[in-house]
């Protein structure tokens, strides 16, 4: 008996899933804090499903919607963070929190995409060069 050749058709592994907005923020916070600890970075708690009443008192309370997701005072440095796959949209809000900080508080803002980016600009901030 003969035996017959099979091929087979070998994928390749898929690539990684993108990981989640807030493990690369996770990733910049941990970071941030090894890296720099005489200094703060601040995280901006402005996601995740509010009814709408809760929404309301939120924004009395200061709620900011549109507001960046990380501020390190010292460098007077908002950070918008996003997936690498640009999975994560810039909202009309995040634009016109961006165009409020950067024109009238003379801050600045950044919109990164993934923990690497971030690191990257605020490092390079932080270093001064």
Known sequence: MKSKRVSRVVKPDPKPPCP???EEQKR???WFR?????HKIVSIRNDGYRTKLEKV????MGLCVGAA???IPLIHTWVEMKRVDNGSPWSDDQKEFNECVTTKCYDLYYLCAGAD???SIIDYLMKGE
């Open 20 to 22: 989640l907005e807030k």
């Open 28 to 30: 910049v916070v941990k």
């Open 34 to 38: 090894e890296t720099y600890p005489e």
């Open 57 to 60: 008192e939120q924004i009395r």
């Open 69 to 71: 997701d990380l501020y």
């Open 117 to 119: 980016d971030a690191i």
